[in-house]
T-cell receptor, first 114, second 112 residues
């Protein structure tokens, strides 16, 4: 159980364009979704927390208008990086929560902005 | 634990030996702790967890120890194998919230 599907696994986009990353929990319902960003050789940094049907809560320093999170259903959440710039190049990872102790992770999306 | 800079601590271990990875966590009120393994280009993979009302938990070839007095968490891997080569992260959950905070990570290199 606890299968997570994250797509795409990698994407290259031009500066100024937007990119959407999709995260699905395939065999469970996730009332809470976490989105992380990870730069090379660094740890995971939480960007935002979203609950199904509610607005996301962003961590300090994360621009909510730049990183749009949609959590419209219990099995799907999306992260859209708007007007991407090279400094947004990173590894983005979703984490749907299953129950009180089920912190699962997607396989990650490598975003490169050129 | 706060994320550290660009240099990940590295533990080199001979195949077949035991590995011990340490983590200092930040919040004495944390109630849940998890160890994750991350291979290059992949998401974190759950290894083992422990709740704050315990001080030791064992899995298959892995043991987690929790010392709340000094806010220290360790992961022991028995008979380390080449497939254990990866970056290992500890994560804590603050009792007052729901989100995880990750430590800086340790790279484990298994020498044949």
């Amino acid at each position: 159980g606890a299968v997570v599907s994250q797509h795409p696994s990698w994407v290259i986009c031009k500066s100024g364009t937007s990119v959407k990353i999709e995260c699905r929990s395939l065999d469970f319902q996730a009332t809470t979704m976490f989105w992380y960003r990870q730069f090379p050789k660094q740890s995971l940094m939480l960007m935002a927390t979203s609950n199904e049907g509610s607005k996301a809560t962003y961590e300090q320093g994360v621009e909510k208008d730049k990183f749009l999170i949609n959590h419209a259903s219990l099995t799907l959440s999306t992260l859209t990086v708007t007007s991407a710039h090279p400094e947004d190049s990173s590894f983005y990872i979703c984490s749907p929560q299953q129950g009180a102790y089920g912190y699962t992770f997607g396989s990650g999306t490598r975003l490169t902005v050129v | 634990g706060e994320s550290v800079g660009l240099h990940l601590p590295t533990l080199s271990v001979q195949e077949g030996d035991n590995s011990i990875i340490n983590c200092a966590y930040s919040n004495s009120a944390s109630d849940y702790f998890i160890w994750y393994k991350q291979e290059s280009g992949k998401g974190p993979q759950f290894i083992i967890d422990i709740r704050s009302n315990m001080d030791k938990r064992q899995g298959q070839r892995v043991t987690v120890l929790l010392n709340k007095t000094v806010k220290h968490l360790s992961l022991q891997i028995a008979a380390t194998q080449p497939g254990d080569s990866a970056v290992y992260f500890c994560a804590e959950r603050w009792a007052a919230g729901n989100k995880l905070t990750f430590g800086g990570g340790t790279r484990v290199l298994v020498k044949p």
